[in-house]
């Protein structure tokens, strides 16, 4: 613990990996490794069972090399709720909501990922507190955390990523919309960590979720001009 904590003191203040350059396969196959790692012991007990030479050891690779890709576990375990997004991504892709409007969609669709969490409490309560924890150091990732919420709330509404003039079936969101969307998203995660506290049934969420997601309506172009 000690030991960590002194490469941790070190390495944070030490160059990581740039977002922006592209991994070779190699080393995008031991990013892989660390992710499973770390989300495997975050499943077996939440936040604390995260000691990063822990995950080292797990994953194969030497401690300096894990400071290297992430500089600490706050940065380790907000990846890893991106990675986690990413996956829940890819199911919902092959089995879309089925709401008839955009707003039940995503209702469904955000209800459907509440599930997945709600099946790894300790994953999801660990995640949860990293995203809480993060200061400026750890904004790279937490904006990606952002996306890829943003990106399966999109896919739900039928529009691309971007914003655009007018929206529509693969079109581009409004401004309003995407407001909207910030709106839902931070509500999302206000009800995951009402739940993970205990302040919250999975029937009140599913009534908020549904509530805040209402405003996809209120924003809709097309609603607009009826």
């Known amino acids: 613990?000690?030991?960590?904590?002194?490469?941790e003191a070190h390495t944070v203040r030490a160059a990581s990996l740039p977002p922006s350059a592209p991994l070779t396969e190699r080393q995008e196959a031991r990013r892989r490794r660390i992710l499973h790692a770390s989300a495997q012991l975050a499943s077996r007990g939440g936040f604390d069972?995260?000691?990063m030479r822990e995950v080292a050891e797990s994953s194969?690779?030497?401690l300096g090399t894990l400071y290297r890709y992430f500089p600490s576990k706050v940065h380790l375990l907000v990846a890893t709720m991106q990675d986690q997004l990413e996956h829940m991504h890819g199911t919902l892709?092959?089995?879309p909501p089925t709401g008839e409007t955009a707003a039940e969609r995503v209702a469904e669709t955000l209800m459907r990922a509440f599930r997945a969490l709600q099946r790894e409490p300790h994953l999801a309560d660990a995640m949860v507190r990293a995203l809480t924890f993060a200061d400026r150091s750890v904004s790279p990732e937490v904006d990606q955390v952002s996306r890829q919420t943003t990106a399966i709330i999109l896919d739900s509404m039928g529009l691309g990523e971007g914003v655009g003039?007018?929206?529509?079936a693969g079109g581009y969101p409004t401004p309003e919309q995407l407001s909207a969307v910030r709106v839902i998203e931070h509500t999302w995660h206000s009800a995951l960590v009402t739940w993970l506290s205990g302040r919250a049934s999975i029937a009140q969420v599913k009534i908020d979720i549904e509530t805040v997601c209402r405003l996809i309506d209120l924003t809709d172009p097309a609603g607009a001009e009826r």
């Not at 613990?1 to 490469?7: L, W, Y």
């Not at 003039?165 to 529509?168: E, F, L, P």
């Open 93 to 95: 892709r092959k089995k």
């Open 165 to 168: 003039a007018g929206a529509g």
């Open 60 to 62: 194969q690779v030497a």
């Open 1 to 7: 613990m000690a030991a960590d904590a002194k490469v």
């Open 49 to 51: 069972a995260v000691q």
